[in-house]
């Protein structure tokens, strides 16, 4: 399924963003995955090992890729976490994209595709140091939750969950 958004990026001209959902990791989103593990080792330290195994990406199979101009800007994905749940993933857009709502387009189509397949709620981990993630998912209408699974004792976690409304 591809999903077509405007945005205006910084010369003020509208741009199409094209969303494209997949059922398996391809090229682009090893890129940009690895562009994500690389501004998360300097946030993580020492800590990056300990996050890094709760983020394999082989077996993921619900993954957003946004486009912009045939290139791809931005990620996300999903995989399903319990009953009825989804923990939301490898969410990153390029820097020269952010700021832009290309993040907010992807956590969009995560959530769309997530109550498409019967999901009641989504959950997610991010780190307290990443301000603008927290920033996301609060205008995205997440509360924040106690930490959970393999993030119940890590300190600089910070959990967030969205419920939907799936009657």
């Not at 300097?42 to 045939?70: E, M, P, T, W």
């Not at 399903?80 to 990153?92: L, Q, T």
Request: hydrophobic share 40%; aromatic share 8%; charged share 25%.
């Amino acid at each position: 399924m591809i999903l077509t958004n405007l945005i205006i990026l910084k010369n003020n001209k509208p741009l199409a963003l094209v969303c494209k959902r997949l059922s398996e990791v391809n090229s682009d989103f090893e890129e940009l995955v690895m562009l994500l593990n690389q501004e998360l080792a300097i946030i993580n330290g020492d800590k990056n090992d300990f996050f890094i195994q709760f983020n394999n990406i082989d077996q993921l199979r619900h993954i957003v890729i946004a486009y912009q101009s045939g290139r791809a800007v931005g990620c996300g994905a999903m995989k399903v976490y319990g009953d009825n749940m989804m923990e939301i993933k490898r969410m990153y857009v390029r820097q020269p994209y952010r700021g832009k709502g290309v993040a907010s387009t992807i956590l969009s189509e995560l959530e769309k595709w997530a109550v498409e397949l019967g999901t009641h709620r989504c959950i997610l981990e991010t780190h307290e140091r990443m301000k603008d993630a927290i920033a996301l998912y609060k205008k995205n209408q997440y509360a924040e939750i106690e930490r959970y699974g393999q993030y119940k004792d890590e300190p600089n976690s910070v959990c967030f969950e969205k419920c939907f409304n799936t009657r």
